[in-house]
């Protein structure tokens, strides 16, 4: 089973370590052709306009969108997450907009730009350890999305069938139980 991380910006190693833990192999995707070799794609943290820059350069915006018609699971963390909404609260234009959420950056204020707490997340046993930095939070979610986790009242943790949503860097931790859900997602997906 194959996962790539999308390798433009941003925390790929870690998520290539998770992804190893989790049970597959990561692979590091830096040109659209790659995308063939994979089952699923996680769009790691980072910074969200920059991401979408460069993606838009090297062709990724439409070649994701293919891979996710073909109902390949991507998951996308912080940034990602952002990279992956429909809406994007102060009207700019969404990158992928594969996703029903809207989301706003920088969700958390200056005192709170980053923390670590337990989470308590739909489908996962025990709470999950969560580094959250500088991270969006979803503001709204539409038709066919299922809330996760939430952190005060805010939502952090999204699905919508094979899209997977965090706010936080699930990478960043020994704690890899997110990335085992999303490789049961690709697991099953690919069945
Ligand atoms: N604040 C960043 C953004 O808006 C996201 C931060 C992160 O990925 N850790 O793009």
Do not use: W
Not at 83 to 91: C, M, P, Q, Y
Not at 101 to 114: K, L, T
Not at 159 to 187: C, I, W
């Amino acid at each position: 089973m194959k996962i790539g991380v999308l390798a433009l910006q941003g925390a790929v190693a870690e998520h290539l370590k998770s992804i190893s833990s989790a049970g597959a192999e990561g692979i590091a995707i830096k040109h659209i052709e790659q995308l063939s070799e994979v089952a699923g794609l996680i769009i790691p943290g980072g910074e969200s306009t920059t991401i979408g820059k460069l993606m838009r350069k090297y062709g990724f915006i439409e070649a994701i969108r293919e891979f996710s018609e073909q109902g390949k699971p991507i998951f996308g963390t912080c940034a990602g997450l952002i990279v992956l909404a429909k809406d994007i609260e102060g009207s700019e234009e969404p990158h992928l907009g594969l996703m029903n959420i809207s989301v706003s950056r920088n969700a958390f204020g200056r005192q709170r730009e980053s923390f670590e707490t337990d989470l308590d997340i739909k489908g996962i046993e025990q709470p999950v350890r969560a580094v959250f930095i500088r991270a969006p939070l979803i503001s709204q979610v539409g038709e066919g999305v299922e809330v996760l986790s939430e952190y005060q009242d805010e939502i952090v943790t999204a699905r919508e069938g094979h899209l997977l949503a965090s706010s936080f860097h699930p990478e960043l931790t020994d704690d890899y139980r997110l990335h085992q859900y999303f490789v049961d997602m690709v697991k099953q997906q690919s069945m």
